[in-house]
Nanobody, 115 residues
Framework: VQLQASGGGSVQPGGSLRLSCVAS????????MGWYRQAPDKERELVAS???????TYDDSVKGRSAISRSVAENTVYLEMRDLKPEDSGVYYC??????????WGTGTQVTVSS
């Protein structure tokens, strides 16, 4: 069962987006979750993660501008991003973290930040 991210779009620098990812209840209960970003010509990287007890970590590139959260009732993990910069552009995926599971990679959601 792949994880499908949504909520991406095209915004101007300084804009905001809220990404969502719905997981199965099994995955959500058993795993820590994370958001990954793959920029053009770059490796996919973990930018934010949240544990089952809601401890969060952020990559320096998004720290202070992003907030990851999870809703147990909705089996959903969110990534709110503000003050977006062109370097935030890329395809965003959710998966388990810090170790991802290959079978769970979905199509991701595109984030484009440009003026």
């Amino acid at each position: 069962v792949q994880l499908q991210a949504s909520g991406g779009g095209s915004v101007q620098p300084g804009g905001s987006l809220r990404l969502s990812c719905v997981a199965s209840s099994t995955i959500f209960k058993l795993a820590h979750m994370g958001w990954y970003r793959q920029a053009p010509d770059k490796e996919r990287e973990l930018v934010a993660s949240i544990t089952k007890t809601n401890a969060v970590t952020y990559d320096d590139s998004v720290k202070g501008r992003s907030a990851i959260s999870r809703s147990v009732a909705e089996n959903t993990v969110y990534l709110e991003m503000r003050d977006l910069k062109p370097e935030d552009s890329g395809v965003y995926y959710c998966n388990t973290a810090p170790t991802s599971l290959g079978a769970l990679w979905g199509t991701g959601t595109q984030v484009t930040v440009s003026s």
